[in-house]
């Protein structure tokens, strides 16, 4: 079976109602970055990041997949299919997607300060001072802040390399290093991006571009993969 990755970012979450960050009106505007979504931040401020997440979670509760989503998850019956997603939201998975990667971490988990690898739900919307993890640190949200590494960079690259079609839906491809994973198809990958606004002129003439929104683009497309691959 052929491989499909998907590259996925804030455009598609958009369209179940979560605010993007940098859209114009989009959270940024409300919040310095380095305030909410930096290390620093959180050993400055940590009621204020605690707030800000707990914000976003509870939104999240609220949103539901939408037709971009649902329109992904067709393409397993056909596919091998890869998600890999710059968005912290669980959109991807509620719609029935099997193989996500959060490449920024996930919103509805935290995480222990002194250990990495200990990571838990959250039960409800709501984290907590006071919660803390099996070894006695405070929990702190599961998100890659700026200045952090991206673990999962190295686990989503070997896939990309594999890729028989990329899918690039919902992100602007400014921010890095998540951007620089388009670098990894292979010379034969079919190349598409679905984005309702103009191209960039980054994106080379192997690009077959549908400037359309997720939630109607990616349905079209998904449709026009399986037919022709019967």
Request: aromatic content about 8%; charged content about 25%; hydrophobic content about 40%.
């Amino acid at each position: 079976m052929k491989r499909i990755v998907v590259l996925s970012g804030a455009g598609i979450s958009a369209e179940s109602g979560l605010r993007t960050f940098r859209e114009m009106g989009g959270l940024w505007e409300e919040y310095d970055v380095m305030e909410v979504a930096s290390p620093q931040a959180w050993h400055k401020n940590p009621e204020l990041v605690m707030r800000f997440y707990n914000e976003r979670r509870k939104q999240l509760y609220s949103a539901q997949p939408n037709n971009g989503h649902k329109a992904l998850v067709d393409l397993e019956d056909h596919f091998i299919v890869n998600i890999i997603t710059q968005n912290v939201d669980d959109l991807h998975e509620r719609a029935g997607s099997s193989s996500v990667i959060h490449l920024h971490g996930e919103l509805k988990k935290s995480r222990s300060q002194i250990d990495y690898n200990l990571i838990y739900d959250i039960d409800g919307w709501e984290l907590k001072f006071g919660d803390k993890c099996e070894k006695g640190s405070q929990l702190r949200p599961h998100i890659v802040w700026f200045g952090e590494e991206v673990p999962a960079l190295d686990q989503a690259i070997p896939i990309v390399a594999d890729a028989d079609i990329l899918i690039i839906v919902g992100t602007s491809l400014n921010v890095y290093p998540a951007a620089g994973l388009v670098n990894y198809a292979p010379s034969d990958c079919q190349l598409f991006l679905v984005d309702p606004n103009s191209i960039d002129s980054y994106i080379n003439n192997k690009v077959t571009f549908i400037q359309k929104n997720a939630g109607e683009g990616l349905p079209l497309l998904v449709k026009q993969l399986i037919e022709s691959n019967k």
